[in-house]
Nanobody, 124 residues
């Protein structure tokens, strides 16, 4: 089993930055692909970014490309989502997820473990 705990969410003004962390316990994440998803009120959960097991491949949704980066720290068993130039449209609950298959995953059905989420609110 893998337990994932997100942190780093909060309230920020438009144009600001936040860094989300996803700390894992129970198993090392070294062979897992990881993803960040978000869900805004009344909307479907959508993928934001993903990273493969080695960190050599990443994916970003068009809406965040150029503003967000994803990275992983094997020593800390943690994955990060750096969010810059935040917009009100980025307001959502952000979830991290782990995928046993180490390749990039693009939809939530491909992921095996989920965190409980952290709220990000961007004010205009």
């Amino acid at each position: 089993q893998v337990q994932l705990v997100e942190s780093g969410g909060g309230l920020v003004q438009a144009g600001g930055s936040l860094r989300l962390s996803c700390a894992a316990s129970g198993r090392t994440l070294s062979r897992f692909a990881m993803g960040w998803f978000r869900q805004a009120p009344g909307k479907e959960r959508e993928i934001v970014a993903a990273i493969n097991w080695s960190g050599g491949s990443t994916y970003f949704a068009d809406s965040v490309k150029g503003r967000f980066t994803i990275s992983r720290d094997g020593a800390k068993n943690t994955v990060y989502l750096q969010m810059n130039s935040l917009e009100p449209g980025d307001t959502a609950v952000y979830y991290c997820a782990a995928r046993l298959d180490g390749a990039l995953g693009y939809n939530q059905r491909q992921y095996n473990y989920w965190g409980q989420g952290t709220q990000v609110t961007v004010s205009s």
